[in-house]
């Protein structure tokens, strides 16, 4: 009897030590978000008389934000694909801010409109939190005039410091539809981060 609680308390603790092993919290840092903009939430745009942000049924893509002073926001529907979303701007920026510290990157995203369409990359320093610090530097490296039919677009960026902070996003100066806009780290690091391509 004492042989056999004694096998059956080994197998309990063995079985509870593999299951501990096999589930490990997950600490993987993801650096670039919701590229498809498929997340949303509800946000109230800025009610300053000097600012003209028109944000459509206050719906917005998480982990993104508006930039500047005016400009129209609106989460869209593919009219052929069920919830599949595409963000729609007129005359506005925006961006999410990518903490990794890798050094070179590519960017790709779907885009048709009309005008021009401009990459954007805003350097930050970094604070010790890890969040962006002074602006340093606004670049873009990619601008390119928009159609009527989606195009897929890629531009490759290196970093003047890998240990930056980016702020990427786009400028449109008339009106924009963008969809599938992702970050894909290409050096030592890219196996860290929760990208998408």
Known sequence: MKITKMIL???FCAAASFSAYA???ATTPVYWQNGDFSKTYKKKPYTNAAMKIVIKDQVFPFAWHDAGVNGYYAIEQHPDKKNDNYMHLKKCRFYQLHKGKQAKFRFTLEAKGK???WVSVYRYT???RGDSG???ASEYPLKVNLTDKWTTYKVDYQKKDANEVLAIGVHANDEAC???YFVLPMDEEKKECGNKL
């Open 23 to 25: 589930a490990p919290a």
């Open 115 to 117: 005008g021009s369409l």
């Open 178 to 180: 963008i969809d599938n």
């Open 9 to 11: 308390l080994a197998a």
């Open 126 to 128: 970094r604070t010790p």
């Open 134 to 136: 002074k602006h340093l």
